[in-house]
């Protein structure tokens, strides 16, 4: 990890992971402000997920692991809001929360990548097989169900990929982010998708054959 620095935060209802896109209508005056801060900056901030309390307000408790977003798109609105597309650039971790004034701010620090598992491979094929198994499922239900789009080699950026096209909660896409190192991450999601595909087998969600 390096060193801490101050930044912007966002906390939200989801979670944002590297390399995934996230539109983002700001409409509070303190995220306002905060994005005409950003905008004339490096165009990054950081996004973390709620645990407890809501987007709106403030007073809410937030996890400590998160991700550098970074404004790809802004378009001021008429009424002085903004629509944004950002996409997730790296993970970081909360050091210490500063005080909500004018908008959140914490000191964070980079969380870097271990190096990727000899066998990294084989826990992506095992991944991306899981996903395949589930979306089927799914596809069983309802034929429109779209085919999957191609998943990268890189096992770090399939990691993410996966997480992001998988049908799994927020908490669960916490724990993703959370862990370190592609070939964990790649592992965690096998496991989740698999306990997924046996709870839709199990219950009424497919139709007969």
Known sequence: MGESRVMPMFPLGTVLLPHALLPLHVFE??????????????????????????????????????????????????????????VGVRRIRVARWLPDDPFPQAEVVDLGEPPTALDHERLRARAVTALDAVCELYRRADPRV????AIGDDAERASYE???????????????????GAGDRLALLAELLDDHARVLLSGDFLPPE
Do not use: C, H, K, N
């Not at 403030?58 to 400590?64: I, K, L, M, S, T």
């Not at 779209?146 to 789009?149: D, F, G």
């Open 29 to 86: 005056p303190r995220y306002r402000t905060m994005t005409r801060q950003v905008l004339g900056s490096d165009g990054e901030f950081g996004v973390v997920l709620i645990e407890r309390g809501s987007e709106v307000g403030g007073g809410d408790v937030r996890f400590a692991v998160g991700t550098v977003a970074r404004i790809v798109r802004a378009q001021e609105l008429p009424d002085g809001g903004y629509a944004l597309a950002t």
């Open 146 to 149: 779209p085919a999957l789009p």
């Open 162 to 180: 996966i997480a992001a096209l998988a049908p799994i909660g927020p908490l669960d896409a916490q724990r993703v982010l959370e862990t370190d």
